[in-house]
């Protein structure tokens, strides 16, 4: 496995770079604006391919790197379903599993910090965020933020992972850059408390001063998503109600862009082709699949996804390689099943 643990001096922040190999695909966790061109150079050094970007929470102390990452490289940014962010490529719950070639996290949904704050468990090893720090634990005094939830998702989730298990935290200001859950438990002094009333007494206690950068940070933040505005001014996406008159008349091809998880917990339009979005590069150049079905039956691709973050990066490819009829349901899935459109679960 290629791991890597970067840090932001600026931010106190930890940034994680994970593959299964070299020439592989790689995922990165919590990934800071200023440090963008680092991590694209390392990954290029690594030969690696960079398909997933998450960020554990909204972050209120510096200006993520997602958006940026997916700019560059057309990845999948990835947020919990509660984050207030505008637009991510895919959103995650408790339970989930997030996927890369050869690598696979447990999602664990642990608020209070923020109320959209995860943590994501490999076999040996958990990213915290701002949860758990090593001999500290994330304020919980803004953002939604809870002490009681937070003793919670400490004491009855991550606590509960076995003893040796690596805490890779998403800052630390000291110096520290790894820790364990039994040495947490036994010497993170947040965490000598007798039961969720002690905790929140200690943690109401901090009087925190607010992070230099939140006013900048929060509202950059939220807003991440690629621009599906410029997609809809070229012409290039079609609203739920067109798409269905579309889908009726057979000239269209309806492609689903989303992980076979995502289609399992939110169902499918019915009649679509499923082609994750990590194979679209592939899928989309001449001799790739889709090309040829589009080229050879002469008819239209309309691609989807859950919030129409990856179908307007397609159309994009699409339209790339010569094919310009292909247009995007704007606000994916979500979008289709607020206008009432049917949908089948498989
Ligand atoms: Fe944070």
């Given at each position: 496995m290629i791991f890597r643990q970067l840090f932001?001096?600026?931010?106190?922040?930890?940034?994680?770079?994970?593959?299964?190999r070299r020439g592989g695909e790689a995922l990165i966790v919590d990934p800071v604006l200023e440090k963008v061109e680092r991590y694209l150079k390392l990954i290029d050094e690594l030969d690696l391919r960079l398909v997933k970007?998450?960020?554990t929470h909204l972050h209120?102390?510096?200006?993520?790197?997602?958006?940026a990452l997916r700019d560059s490289t057309r990845c999948i940014t990835v947020m919990g379903e509660q984050s207030s962010v505008d637009v991510v490529s895919m959103r995650v719950t408790d339970?989930?599993?997030?996927?890369?070639?050869?690598?696979?996290?447990?999602?664990?949904?642990?608020?209070?910090?923020?109320?959209d704050s995860y943590s994501f468990r490999m076999a040996d090893r958990v990213f915290t965020g701002d949860t758990l720090l090593i001999r500290g634990t994330g304020r919980t005094d803004f953002q939604n933020g809870s002490a009681r939830a937070q003793y919670e998702s400490i004491f009855n989730r991550l606590l509960r992972l076995p003893d040796e298990t690596l805490v890779f935290p998403g800052h630390d200001y000291k110096g520290d850059t790894v820790s364990t859950i039994g040495e947490e438990r036994r010497w993170n002094p947040r965490l000598q408390v007798a039961d969720a009333a002690a905790y929140e007494a200690l943690m109401n206690g901090l009087n925190l001063s607010n992070p230099k950068m939140m006013d900048v940070a929060v509202p950059a933040n939220q807003r991440q998503g690629f621009a599906q505005e410029e997609i809809a001014r070229l012409g290039w996406a079609v609203d739920a109600l067109q798409a269905r008159s579309l889908i009726a008349d057979r000239q269209t091809v309806l492609v689903d862009l989303r992980e076979p998880a995502e289609r399992r917990k939110d169902?499918?339009?019915?009649g679509a082709l499923h082609t994750p979005y990590s194979n679209?590069?592939?899928?989309?150049?001449?001799g790739g699949m889709l090309y040829e079905l589009a080229a050879a039956t002469n008819r239209d691709l309309l691609f989807y996804c859950a919030f129409g973050e990856r179908s307007a990066m397609a159309?994009?490819?699409?339209?790339d390689v010569g094919l310009n009829s292909a247009r995007h349901i704007e606000g994916g899935i979500d979008a289709w099943k607020k206008a009432g459109g049917p949908v089948t679960i498989d």
């Open positions: 932001d001096a600026t931010s106190g922040t930890y940034t994680y770079l994970l593959a299964s970007a998450v960020d209120a102390d510096h200006i993520t790197g997602l958006g339970g989930d599993a997030l996927r890369i070639e050869g690598l696979e996290l447990e999602v664990i949904y642990t608020p209070g910090h923020t109320d169902g499918a339009i019915p679209l590069q592939e899928n989309i150049q001449h159309v994009r490819a699409a339209h």
